[in-house]
């Protein structure tokens, strides 16, 4: 039972330093771009979802987290989620993206 229980101590003080390594470290970062239109001609929301992307991948990047990244599906169709202000004659249109960043 000794002889047992070392093999053990000594297999779980062999593998620490292997477990610190496999660990990940994660970022969370939000980017929001807002661009001011009209009802009538609404901006490219693909386009504007691209930017808010990189808006939180510039966060990402300054907090020193440039590797893999998975986006969030914010909404049905996209991983940005839109939300809309009136302002006089026009709009506000809000896109959020959020991402998981990896090291």
């Known amino acids: 039972m000794r002889i047992l229980s070392m093999t053990v101590l000594g297999i779980v003080t062999a593998m620490s330093p292997i477990t610190l390594l496999a660990q ?5 970062a939000e980017g929001v ?6 009802a009538i ?14 808006a939180a991948t510039d966060k990402a990047a300054s907090a020193g987290f440039k590797g893999r990244v998975e ?5 049905t169709d ?3 989620k ?5 302002a006089g004659i026009g709009y ?12």
């Not at 771009?33 to 009209?38: F, L, N, P, Q, S």
């Not at 506000?92 to 090291?103: H, L, M, R």
């Open 71 to 75: 986006w969030d599906h914010l909404s």
């Open 78 to 80: 996209s991983d940005c």
């Open 24 to 28: 990940t470290q994660t970022y969370r």
């Open 92 to 103: 506000y249109y809000i896109f959020t993206a959020k991402g998981t960043f990896y090291k």
């Open 41 to 54: 001609n609404p901006p490219n929301p693909r386009d504007t979802c691209n930017l808010a992307k990189k």
């Open 82 to 86: 839109l939300s809309t202000t009136g």
């Open 33 to 38: 771009k807002t661009v001011g239109a009209g």
